[in-house]
């Protein structure tokens, strides 16, 4: 393992999270965004004829998934040198994509996504996956970042509650309420599926976009009932590439 490598995965393993500051260039994300703006609109219409989908509303927050499943450019960058030498570094030589989905939230009322850990929606073994948090324009402390609670990860998966916005497993008035992470577009915020992170309500003119790209080692199982995830794009065997990269 390189010292870049071994730094970022003892960041991650001391904090539950590194942040990684324009990891993509515009240029690389101008067709990422394209496609994923594609993605947006087709949802959010189909939210405005069909009404609103679990946490998805149609003007406030939209979530819509397994798009590299859909996208050949969306395979490609999931798949791409970046993305293989970032989830080996952190995961170990055999990756797959476990999830991804866009998060984009609009101007709305003073709504803040709850705390949670990403493993409280499906636990899985081995834990935790990685969860790369990339932003697709800049995300800023008025338009809803990201905030994480350094070190959470260390206390294994916590009880959570139903909230109307999800999963919760920390209060919204609980007096820590963790480090907001304002970044700048292509940066990512890598963080581990047991870290407790939120992200804060809307108030720009502008939406908040964000492209959540989750990644597990292979052969990941639920930890329910032992049965595989159901993988669809595996990214590296050994620490290389499956497959070219084509984006």
Known sequence: MSSVAST???????????????????????????????????????????GDSGISRAGEIVFDSHLAERSDILRGFVTSPKMVAL???L???????????????????EKQFP?????????VDPSPYLTLWI????????????????????????PHSQTPEGWAGHSLDDPDQGRPVPVAAGSVIAFWSLTLHKSGPNRSEGVRKAYVVQFCK???????????????????????????HTA
């Open 218 to 244: 292979a052969g990941t199982v639920r930890a329910e009932d032992r049965v595989p995830v159901d993988i669809q794009i595996p990214v590296s065997r050994e620490g290389q590439a499956v497959r070219p």
């Open 115 to 123: 705390w949670h850990q990403d493993d409280a929606y499906t636990p």
């Open 91 to 109: 995961l170990g030589p055999d990756v797959d994509l476990y999830w991804n989905q866009i998060v984009y939230k609009s101007p709305e009322t």
């Open 87 to 89: 989830t080996t570094a």
């Open 8 to 50: 970022l995965l003892e960041e991650m393993n001391r904090d539950g999270f590194v942040v990684l500051d324009r990891h993509f260039s515009a240029e690389e994300l101008a067709e990422v965004d394209r496609e994923l703006t594609r993605f947006f609109d087709e949802r959010t219409e189909a939210l405005k004829r069909e």
């Open 135 to 158: 932003a697709v324009n800049d995300a800023t402390l008025e338009n809803g970042c990201i905030s994480v609670l350094p070190g959470s990860h260390t206390r294994g998966l916590i």
